[in-house]
């Protein structure tokens, strides 16, 4: 039988199943994924170079599949190929039974793509949709820079094309030259609501590509032949490229094409109807492509690796030293962020799977000391003003075993949050890094302060991720020397976490000595009536505040709660050491670290009487932090008057 005779027939194959496992879910996108069976053919019977029986392979091709919620097809594939599954320990050969489980709560078989539920054939979460292109990025510099001859696949649907991510990722794979990484446009006419734009047309996508610098080939997606040309000439050329390709929704099944199918599967007689007109088009039933005619996988070289433990790495005062900071180290002030700079090119040079990221700011997030390391420019990515891809493509260097820190303003990364919840259901091993956060900032005004992070990242530490840790972990370092220690301990920490640094030059608090740990605290003032609770820059201005109260009798204890979650026992006996009295005191909008200590006294059963302060208005444009403190009522003098009627003193 001809190439394209058998191509069409397991297309058909594959399609008919994936009818069958979304009629069984009850639920899915059919349409969307007939209108891949051609292409998914192709490429992963044909094209791809990998292992069925071992998907995660270290020199395998890799897909990756923005258009999430057509993976009913790639499902359909994986059974009939017997792609292993399954959690670590427990993985088996994929089947057709598997397949028919699509959606159900107990089954690897997830509604989108997401290896952290037994998928290990995907790296990234997708579905939400234009990120798909960025996570191929990662792995695609990951892959470069180990030099392992591999390609990275990204199936894009038309109407996603229309998010602005992923023409932030055209961008930078064109500015890495990441000739390795290849994107497929799904241009199968249909979003869905209605149909897609004619800004969405092949055509106009083939030109906004071209105009970019990205070498396209436009073709038929039902055209075996036209497919396989296409792959095999994006494999031989070194440059950027993508394929367009032109398909159809609900390919082969006129019953179900058109708008008003979208995430709708057809049951009963329509499926039927809908099985029986593919069976019209199937050419023979004699043949299959088997993945015996993929090309062969070369090995990988061998890698010794072991565990990297940061704290292995020199301390703070040490690197000061090192890199020419000793009349700086001996001035006693450093900001936070300009530590997380000394320890992201310390670990760089500890530790050859660290990575740096910034978006067009690391002279202000001093990630710039990476990238000006000679030694550690092959591992920095320079993402510019695009926010969205740098997580994303971060999500992607992890997958390929990275550990990539990225770092941008703290207010910047509110623009990426959809990014980062993805990332998390990845499992995506990644450190975000967010400088300039809070009022400190000062003279910029709001639209610089990250002023709602907190209490958004902290709805992420409410909750456990895949490996049964908080999903994410807040830290907030009110000194260089714990800025710089929680960097290494965030490089050590498998999972997601979040660091929030400051612009202003601060004083030392601790020193080589105190130890930092995820889910710890610091205790810097002991005393018996009021325990108050702090974090980052407002730590600072609590330590004056203890000296207002001292004058006026009351010993009142400071918290440095430099992360969230936090040891909750642990705090809640200081707070009842000082007659259950507790202030909060954060320079950021609430719901944040006082609604985490809330939920700690509420959970325990026993009687507190808690107060918080924080940003209770927009702030503006001021010229000196003490100007913004007291525009938003977080001076010393303020935190100090409120601390004393908390304890009936001057009332």
Known sequence: MSFEATVHAKAIQLDQLVLDMCAEAGSGHPTSALSLGHLVTVLMYHGMRWKPEDPTYPTSDRLVLSEGHAVPIIYAACADLGVRIGREGNQRPMTVADAKDLRRAESEIDGHPNPMEGFPFFDAATGSLG???SVAAGLGLAARRDDLDKRIWCIIGDGESREGQIWEAVDFLVDQR????????????????????????????????????VMVFQIDGHDPRAIREAIEKVQKVDRVCAIVARTVKGWGAPSIQGGGWH???????????????????????????????????PAPKPHASKQFVAREAIGFSQAMKDHDFASTLATGRFATRRAYGLALRTLGQANPDVWALDADVKNSTFAEWFANDRTLAPRYAECRIAEQNMISVAAGLAAAGKIPFASTFAKFLTRGYDQIEMALNSGANIKLVGSHAGISLASDGPSQMALPDVAWFRSLSTMTDHRGNPGCYILQP?????????????AEYEGMCYMRTFRPEVEFLYNDRTVFNLGKFEVLNEGRDLLIVSAGYMVHECNKAISLLDLQGIDATLVDLYSIPFDTDALLDLANRNGGNILVVEDNYGAAMGSAVADACTDSGDAFTLHQMHVRRIPKSARTEEEILRMCGLHASQIAARAAKIVGVGV
């Open 478 to 490: 009110s000194d260089a020397y714990a800025a710089y220690a929680l960097t290494l301990v965030m």
């Open 178 to 213: 990441l000739a390795n990484v290849t994107a497929i446009f799904n241009c199968n006419q249909y979003g869905q609501s209605d149909k897609v734009s004619a800004q969405q047309s092949p055509e106009t996508i083939g030109k906004k590509l071209e105009a970019a610098g």
């Open 263 to 297: 995430g709708k599967p057809a049951t009963g007689e329509k499926l039927r109807q809908a099985k029986d007109e593919l069976g019209t088009r199937k050419i023979s039933l004699t043949s299959s492509l088997t993945a015996a005619e993929a090309p062969r996988i």
């Open 131 to 133: 990120q798909g292109l």
